[in-house]
Each structure stands twice: as C-alpha cells, then as structure tokens.
C-alpha cells in the first residue's frame, strides 16, 4: 500500500508542524475512510494570542487573561474578546494614552451629558472676551454651526445674550467686591479717559491690588461716560449753519443744512438738519427753504451761516438776516452772520493760477486715463515700472476734472512714473496712436512733466490748508484767518519768484485772493475775534498781520475789532447777569471780607475788579503752541453701544481675563508651564482649528534683530509638499543664524 502524506501544504506552516499519517487499507475497503481529516494550519493573527486546547471541541484559551473562548466558524468570537481584554497590553496603553489626553485638555466636562446652562454661560463669555458683535449670535452660519456640533443645544437671541451678559456683569462684579473685602489690604486706582466715535468722553477706573498671597491683580472697577450725550439744541448756545447743494444722476437738485454747534460742557457737535429737493437756485427760495427748517427745529439762535460765493447766496443772506432781526435773535444785528467757505475761495484760487498751464495737465490726465482704461494696458505699464526699477508702489489715479484737489493727487503719483510713461510711449504703440488721434493733445512732454514737478509745491499749499480747514470733528474758526494770513504770505513769495512760470501764476493766483481777501470790507471780523480769543495768538498775533498786508488800512480794521471784541462781550455778560438776576440769588458771604466791601458791591451790582475780564485776558502772555496727541478712541463696535452696555461689556472682560484669584485656588506651575510653551504655537491655532496642515519657517530679521516668521497653510494631506515648501523657502531668505541680543528660551529652562 502507498503511503499518504499531510494533505496541507508545507511551505506554508510557520509555527507548527503536522505529522504525517501512514495507513494501510484493508481490503475491500474504501481508503478515504482511513484518511486523516482535512485540517488546515491556523493563518490568523489572532492566533498568536490564542492556544487551542486540545481534545475540548474547538476552544481556544486566551495567553493573558486565560478566558477560554470557543471557535466554532473563525476568530470572531476572538477578535471581540482582544477587545475587551483588561490584561491585554495593547488596551493598557490605549487607557494610559486616554488618560493623558484627558489630563492635557483644555477644557474637560465632569459630566458626559449635555448641560444647556453651561453651554450658554460659555457662549456669553465667548462674546464677551473676543468682543463679538450681538447681532453674530444670529448668524446664519454661526446657527449652523452650532447645531451640527450639539443640536440640543437652544442658542438665544441678541436680546437673551444681551441679558446674560448683564447677569454676568452683576455676579463677577459681586464676587469681585467679596475677593477685595476679604484677601487685599489697600488698593491702588489708576483713571484713564477714551472717546468714541460719536465724540463721547469716557473715564474708566481701574484698581491694583496685592492679594495675601503677594500676587498683585489689575481688575476694572468701572468703565463710565462722564459728559452726558448733550445733543439737543437746548443744551447749547448759538448754532453756525452751512448750506451746501447737490445734484443727483437723475439731475435732481438738493440742499443740505448742517448744524454746528458747542453743547455745555464744550463738546462740539455736527448734525444734518435737513437734506430736501429744490426746484429753483435762487437765494430767495433756498432761504425760505432754510427758514421752514430752522421753524421745525424751533431753533432761532444762529450765530452765522457759511455758503459758497454764489452771488444767490449774497441775496438769500440778505433775506435770513431781515428775517432773524425781525426775531431779534442776531448778534450784533447779524452784521457778521455771513460766512464765506474758504474751501471755496481756496479752489477758485487754484484754478486762476492753473488755467494758463491747463494744457499739460490736460496731456498727463490723458495718459493717466489711458492706463487705467483697461487691465491690459495697466499691465504693460506695471511692466514698464519693473523695467524701470521704480521703487514707488503707489497706484496712478484719475482726478475729477472739477476738483482741482484730486488733480493734485494724481499729480503726485504721476510725477514719480515719469520714465514708466516714457517707456510705455516706445513699448506700446496704441498709446501714441490712441493719445494723437482727433488731433487731441499729444502724450506728456518733457516740459510737461518740469510744469508739473514746479506747480506741485503750489498745489500743496492749498489741498494741506483745505484738508485742515475742512475738519468738522473739531473747531476751525480760530484758524481759519491764520490759513489765509499764511496763504497770503506764501503767494507774496510766489510772485517774486526768479522762474516766470511761477511768478507768472503768483501774480494771477493775487489777483483772485485780493478779490475775497485783500480788502478790509471782505474781512469777516468775526473770524478775526477767533483768532483773538485762540490763547496761543491774541491780539498780538492779529495786529501784526493786519499790518502785513493791509498797512494804514489796517488800523481801521483793528479799531473795528476791538470794539466789536467788546461789544459780544457785554452782550454775552448782559445775558448771563440778567439769567442771575432772575433766579435772586443771595451775595455769598466772604471770610476775607471782614468790613463787608464786597458783600456791598456785589449787592448794588458794582465790579470788585474794575478791570474787565476780557481785559485780563488779553492782557496775559500767550499761552505756548502745541499738538495734543493724548486720549484714546474707542473701537468703532464698542462706539456704537449704549454707554451703559459699554461698561458692562469692558468691566466683564477684563474680569474674565485677568489673572485668577490666588486665594480662591492654587496655581499648578506646571500646568503654567504648559501654557507658557504653547504660546510658541499661537500662530498655529488657526490651521489646527480647520485641520489643516501649517508649517512656520524663519525667513529673516528685522531692524531690530528680531525673527521674522512666514507660515504656510495647505490643503488637507498635503504636508510633504508644505515640508519641500517651507524648506526652500528658509534656504532662499535665511543666510546665517542668529540669537537677538535678549531672549528667553522657553523649551531649555
């Protein structure tokens, strides 16, 4: 009989080894009941944590725990229990490693279930500390996102979050008044002020204190408005009106009327009165428009009324001044009450000097507007830059053609490319063809350009004086004079100027500013009294000047200040001593008067002074001149908040970022530590928060020797393409290495 060997193939046995079985048939019997049965090697891994028992019936006993487990149809049976097996070391380390990212979280819940109330005391210090606008919390994808992530999770509304904020306010500031009482001795108050952009004044008041612990803690006691918004016309005195007109694309006209005005406690204001259509230009009609405002807002005390140099607007000033005398409301029967805009005189200047040399400005605009027609012909001329090496990266602007301001500005960018359009005349032959058609005017000459560099140090004079003559956010009155004694000063130099070009100009531009300012009669005193009660000019600063450029005239104009300086004065006084008079206030007893002289003057209305004090103060030195840069502005979203709101919202924050209180619980430094060292990885948050791949290479040093750090963001599995990036980038800019002069080194301490 033949001998059968193992019918499983050898080669691939690794682990076991089978014997093979020799039998010999009887005869007459079938062989392949004598065959050994047909068992395979066990292929599976989960065989190397498993031993079969023998002569159990397919059961198999696990190595580490010793649960004997039966395999009846494969390993599944298995797999579960490698699973769950609490001596397997695989699970071992899988609890240690969960256990330590349970430790490093941030942020840990002490309950596995959702808790709405936690979950809104967090999204209310969320807005509170990243400053956060109420209306994000009904962000359409906010809402979303929010849902996604716990749709059990109710998000309230601007209203609700508004109210949480302020509980939150009320108990962080009841606990704060308990840490203080309680764990500081004395305390240290530091006061700032802010300003909105309403013009708002703002005081906070912050306290620095030592805990028991010696930690010293900075919290924000109160964040304040200090001045009351006074904006009602009742709480001011004299209000100046400007008109201005308007003309929409469907050429209807309009006209505005702008109130300024000083509120009681000195804070300037600006508010539009009416924005309305008119039919007709003529003064009359735009003055009864004026007068039905000033009805409606039952506001008579106009002090004066700035227009333009329209010849209607003399006839519509006429017809207020009649109009307000009958009312009795005018100081100084309104004989100073019209105000011309010397914005307006300063643009009619400009363009008297510059209409001779019109045509090279003409040539230059249309360069300029052959640039900018197309991106195309932008790019050949930005080609046309590189080719230069011009290092200005200003962008060429097209002026308005009416507004001789913008004129200059775009001047200014284009002087600076002058090789790139002389470049661009031989690189692109459109341009010559497009600039010489119609016989229009030819592309910029060399003259053109030497026109443009000498009338720019004109030009500026005029658009640096309109720019600070037109503020409305703070008083121009007082400089208002001191601009056209300067203007006219420098136009004086102009027209002795050794290039006749200039001098040319200086004597046309004289020509219009003698028109409005050159004459006594064209002089509004008013302004004139402005500069007088400026404490850094007086009346020093004014009589000189009129002795400038008016000489004998000049002493008429000064009497004529002086008195009516005085005249405004008692009128002033007479109303306030008459409002005195009326409440029948009693003299106020004096110590120092012990034979009761003043108590005597005072009742029978007698000066204790018999110099006036307007006298005094003229009579002091003037005060020196400066810049005040001080004060803080408040952000434009905390600006447009109630100034209550405001003070919940700053206070809150800071009470929610300042350090914790020592006393309530004890710092883990090395939890501190921890913290320290993630804040080399700040700059990384975002790309971890989207899961996407970042890397951040040095790319050089700053002036101060200080790193400067370039971060690459990639799409998502693209990290080998950002390690090849970031490595030839720190090849390209990084030629040597070096320490900064201080340093701390957070990874080696």
């Not at 037109?470 to 130099?493: D, H, Q």
């Not at 005597?600 to 103060?617: A, C, H, N, V, W």
Request: charged share 25%; glycine share 6%.
């Amino acid at each position: 009989m033949s001998s059968i060997g193992d019918y499983v193939d050898s080669p691939l046995m690794e682990n076991e080894e089978h014997i093979a079985t020799t039998s010999v048939a009887p005869s007459g019997e079938d062989i392949s009941a004598h065959l050994p049965s047909s068992k395979r090697k066990n292929r599976s891994q989960e065989w190397n944590h498993f031993t079969e028992v023998p002569n159990s019936g397919q059961i198999a006993k696990c190595h580490y725990c010793g649960h004997l487990i039966k395999f009846k149809d494969g390993t599944s049976a298995m797999i579960m229990h490698l699973k769950r097996c609490k001596e397997h070391p695989d699970n071992q380390e899988h609890k240690r490693q969960k256990t330590q990212n349970e430790e490093l979280s941030v942020v840990s819940s002490p309950h596995s279930t959702f808790d709405q109330a936690a979950c809104r005391l967090e999204l209310v210090k969320m807005f509170v500390g990243a400053e956060l606008p109420f209306r994000f919390v009904e962000n359409v994808f906010f809402r979303n996102f929010v849902n996604v992530l716990q749709p059990q999770f109710d998000i309230p509304s601007r209203t609700t979050l508004r109210r949480a904020i302020w509980s939150l306010f009320d108990a962080e500031r009841e606990r704060l008044k308990i840490f203080i009482s309680k764990h500081c001795g004395r305390v240290c108050l530091t006061t700032g002020t802010w300003t909105s952009i309403q013009n708002l004044s703002y005081m906070s008041l912050t306290a620095h204190f030592v805990d028991k612990n010696w930690n010293l803690h900075k919290r924000i006691l109160n964040f304040c408005q200090i001045t009351s918004h006074t904006g009602e016309f009742m709480d001011c005195g004299r209000v100046c009106l400007t008109t201005d007109t308007w003309t929409s694309i469907q050429n209807l006209s309009y006209m505005s009327l702008t109130a300024h005005f000083v509120d009681k406690n000195w804070n300037l204001h600006k508010r539009i009165l009416n924005f309305c259509q008119i039919t007709s230009h003529t003064g009359e009609f735009m003055a009864k428009e004026v007068e039905t405002c000033l009805n409606a807002w039952e506001l008579d005390r106009v002090f004066s009324i700035t227009v333009d140099n329209a010849s209607s607007n003399d006839v519509g000033i006429k017809f207020m001044k009649k109009w307000m005398n009958a009312r009795n409301c005018l100081l100084l029967n309104g004989e100073y009450i019209h105000m011309r805009c010397c914005a307006h005189i300063l643009s009619l200047i400009v363009k008297e000097g510059l209409k001779d040399e019109d045509i090279s400005i003409i040539r230059i605009r249309k360069a300029v507007k052959y640039v900018r027609s197309s991106p195309s012909r932008l790019a050949r001329f930005k080609g046309c830059v590189e080719r230069e090496k011009i290092s200005y990266k200003g962008l060429i602007c097209l002026d308005v053609e009416t507004r001789w301001n913008s004129t200059y500005l775009m001047l200014v960018t284009a002087v600076k490319y002058k090789k790139a359009f002389d470049l661009l005349e031989i690189a692109d032959a459109k341009y010559v063809k497009e600039l010489s058609k119609d016989k229009g005017p030819r592309v910029p000459l060399s003259k053109d350009w030497d026109f443009a560099n000498t009338v720019l140090p004109f030009l500026r004079i005029f658009y640096d004086a309109t720019v600070r003559i037109s503020g409305s956010s703070y008083v121009t009155s007082n400089i208002y004079m001191k601009e056209v004694f300067a203007i006219g000063r420098k136009i004086r130099l102009l027209c002795e100027h050794n290039d006749a070009s200039i001098k040319l100009m200086g004597i046309s531009v004289k020509s219009k500013y003698d028109k409005y300012w050159g004459n006594i009669d064209g002089i509004n005193v008013m302004l004139l009294i402005a500069v007088v009660l400026d404490p850094t000019s007086k009346f020093g600063y004014v009589n000189y000047f009129l002795d400038y450029f008016f000489e004998v005239d000049g002493e008429a104009l000064k009497t004529k200040l002086s008195s009516s300086l005085k005249s405004i004065y008692r009128e002033y006084e007479g109303r306030e001593e008459g409002s005195q008079s009326m409440g029948e206030s009693q003299p106020e007893e004096d110590d120092n008067d012990i034979h009761g002289m003043g108590f005597y003057k005072k009742s029978t209305g007698q000066r204790i002074d018999p110099m006036f004090e307007l006298d005094k103060y003229l009579a002091e030195e003037c005060e020196p001149y400066f810049v005040d840069t001080g004060g803080r502005v408040l952000d434009p979203h905390r600006s447009n908040l109630t100034p209550t709101i405001v003070e919940v919202l700053v206070c809150t924050q800071d009470w929610l970022k300042g350090s914790p209180f020592s006393n309530l619980f004890d710092e883990d430094l090395e939890e501190l530590e921890t913290f320290e060292k993630a804040a080399l990885v700040r700059f990384s948050i975002a790309g971890n928060f989207l899961r996407l791949p970042a890397v951040t290479v040095p790319v050089g040093y700053d002036k101060l020797g200080l790193p400067i750090g370039l971060q690459f963001i990639g799409r998502p599995w693209s990290e080998a393409t950002l390690v090849h990036l970031a490595f030839a980038m720190q090849a390209i800019c990084m030629s040597d290495y070096r320490k900064s002069e201080h340093y701390y080194d957070l990874l080696r301490r």
